[in-house]
């Protein structure tokens, strides 16, 4: 058994210096131990927020800057942080987008024939639930790579909604402004500061909190977190794996559900078939600037939202701090590998 | 407590395949109650197949497991656990990125009726245990986390675990492999107070000093199948364990005498 990092060392009589390094543990230290990862997400958003402030204060004290900012930040963190139970029990779902592409499309089916947008709404989460489940079952019963099967997944599903959809988009200008639009997209403006703040927004905190309670402290969520560290340990333990890994697949396919639906609204009750395909990469990215490892068994909630404000705000606030928009990419992947680098020092991989 | 001698595990005719190969071509195993039941045999013989019957992670292809009187069906890990029987298994099942108190709580989480976790009941009991069996020291406590810690050390998140559910029996297999003599004398010290307590183990082994030092009975298998089994006292020491273990090495036959001979 390899004692990979210092803090490891065999206490022995011979050495008693080895214990004291142990115990030199401060309560700062410990903190930074449990949380170094979101911490390093947070200090990735700070540093690249600064840049670009300093490059241009007056857009970055402007309202409106963060006005569209916020507007456009909730879809990645729902998918992000969802995407953090997938990653951390060991798997991967590439067919995320295409859940999001159709969900709209069923909400916005049900809207446009006349359905309340709240009950649509859960109806849609019941939907993206059960495709979830069928990708889960693919996945897990199947014994299929996740990687391949969800690849496969993803192009499979686009397509049958692209041959139900035959090119065409949904629109149903009625339902804007309706109560339901109203609480899921709304905009109201934070205490005069001229700052409004969108209700998608409001909803993406408190889902990226009931992601966290339910990551960190519910039975589910450490038995994610147990199957993806070892997942034979957690079956000798009478953990029921597979179960666990559908489990996530189901979670992720709510969140590209509730995705899909944000999704129509903020373009104010449109739908097109590939709503969502530009997600893939954007949520994956946020997810690992966000500090949760490839390896599976651990990962951060609040990581991953500050993953997803960080790739947000990259290709606005790079053309915002006077960057040219070819720039955009360029910028982006140096955030991404200069964060994994960042990564790499608040630990690696225990064993 | 009911009387100590009757059996609370009763393996009948276990039969395990994997594809074409019989790994347990029906044992017959019993473990009394209160007893320390040495299990023992060659590499290949089976042991580890059997253990991981006995814990419910290889469900037997026939034959019945038998625990307090009660067939069960199926045989899960779960199942195992529910029935009063905790393994120590040999890789120690630990998550090593996980806390020492997340690793004792794998499987039987703490929680309330919305399934959250009760951190600090967890923390405290996962403190009890610890002190219970000796586990105790300045450089990590419950949240310390697993990969951090030595060999002896996990060896002891996994035994404290094992002890969290009041378990009756315990099965530890190859609990001393890899351990230093000091953590090897631990080890024993914990089966013999796992015994003063009344509760069942089961010790694995390769070293058969380490299995005769401490097992009151031996159960020897070879080749998927049960060899001899007998008390300590039938024997004439560890020596003639282990010359009756060569004979059944190189001849497939051990000369048992009086000791009782496998049923047929």
């Known amino acids: 058994m390899s004692d990979a990092t210092p803090a490891a060392t065999k206490p022995s ?9 142990r115990q030199e543990q401060s309560a700062w230290f410990r903190f930074y131990r449990r949380n170094g990862r979101a911490l390093n997400a947070f200090i990735t958003l700070m540093l690249v927020w600064g840049v670009f402030a300093v490059n241009n204060p007056v857009l970055f004290l402007n309202p409106i800057f963060y006005g569209a900012f916020l507007f456009s930040v909730p879809a990645t963190v729902f998918l992000t942080t969802a995407l953090v139970f997938v990653i951390v029990s060991g798997e991967l779902d590439l067919a995320f987008p295409s859940v999001v592409g159709a969900s709209g499309g069923i909400f916005m089916y049900m809207v446009m024939s006349g359905a309340p947008v709240v009950g649509s709404f859960f109806v849609t989460l019941g939907f993206g639930a059960l495709i979830g489940l069928g990708i889960g079952l693919i996945v897990v019963y199947g014994k299929i790579s996740s990687l391949v099967a969800t690849l496969g997944l993803n192009f499979f599903i686009l397509g049958l909604v692209n041959l139900l959809a035959q090119g065409r988009t949904i629109t149903a200008p009625e339902a804007v402004d309706t109560f339901g639009y109203q609480l899921f997209v709304g905009k109201w403006e934070l205490f005069e500061t001229g700052l409004q703040v969108p209700m998608h927004f409001v909803w993406c905190l408190i889902w990226t909190l009931f992601c966290w309670v339910l990551f960190k402290y519910h039975r589910f969520g450490v038995r994610v977190q147990l199957v993806g560290d070892n997942s034979d340990s957690a079956r000798q333990m009478g953990i029921n794996v597979e179960r666990i890994r559908v489990g996530v697949f189901v979670f992720s396919g709510i969140a590209a559900a509730i995705t899909g639906a944000v999704l129509v609204q903020m373009a104010n009750m449109v739908w097109f078939p590939t709503s969502g395909k530009a997600y893939l990469l954007i949520a994956l990215a946020a997810l690992f600037v966000g500090g949760t490892p490839t390896w599976g068994g651990v990962g951060t909630i609040f990581g991953a939202f500050f993953g997803a404000l960080t790739v947000t705000l990259i290709p606005s606030g790079a053309v915002g701090a006077g960057f040219a928009g070819y720039w955009t990419d360029f910028l982006f992947g140096l955030v991404i590998i200069l964060t994994m680098i960042a990564h790499r020092f608040s630990g690696a991989r225990v064993r | ?99 020492i108190v997340t690793n004792i709580f794998m499987g039987r989480e703490m929680t309330n009726w919305l399934g959250l976790t009760q951190v600090q009941k967890q923390v405290d009991e996962a403190n009890r245990l610890m002190r219970e069996i000796g586990f105790t020291s300045k450089v990590f406590n419950p949240e310390s ?26 099965v530890l297999d190859e609990p001393t492999t890899a351990l230093s003599l000091t953590e090897t ?22 070293n058969i000093y380490h299995v005769w030092e401490i097992a009151d009975r031996f159960f020897v298998i070879d080749r998927g199948r049960e060899a001899f089994e007998g008390e300590k006292s039938q024997f004439g020491g560890a020596d003639h364990l282990i010359e009756l273990m060569h004979q059944l090495a190189e001849t497939g036959q051990a000369d048992v005498g009086s000791l009782t001979e496998p049923a047929a």
């Open chain 2, 1 to 99: 407590m009911a009387a100590s001698g009757e059996p609370i595990i009763e393996m009948r005719n276990i039969v395990k395949r994997f594809g074409n190969v019989e790994a347990l071509s029906g044992v017959s195993m019993t473990v009394r109650r209160g007893e320390v039941l040495g299990l023992l045999g060659d590499n290949g013989a089976g042991k580890s197949t059997l253990v991981k019957t006995l814990a419910g992670v290889h469900d037997p292809d026939e034959g019945e497991i038998i625990v307090k009187g009660k067939p069960r069906k199926p045989w899960t890990p779960l199942a195992a656990r529910d029935a009063g029987i905790e393994t120590v298994f040999q890789d120690r099942a630990l998550a090593p990125q996980h806390s």
């Open chain 1, 13 to 21: 009589e011979a050495n008693a210096s080895a214990v004291d390094k």
């Open chain 2, 185 to 206: 004398q631990k080890v024993f010290r914990f089966v013999e107070a796992v015994r003063a307590s009344g509760r069942t183990v089961v010790f694995i082994g390769h």
């Open chain 2, 145 to 170: 986390t697993v990969g951090h810690l030595s060999g002896g050390e996990r060896q002891g998140v996994a035994i404290a675990r094992a002890l969290y559910n009041k378990a009756d029996v315990i």
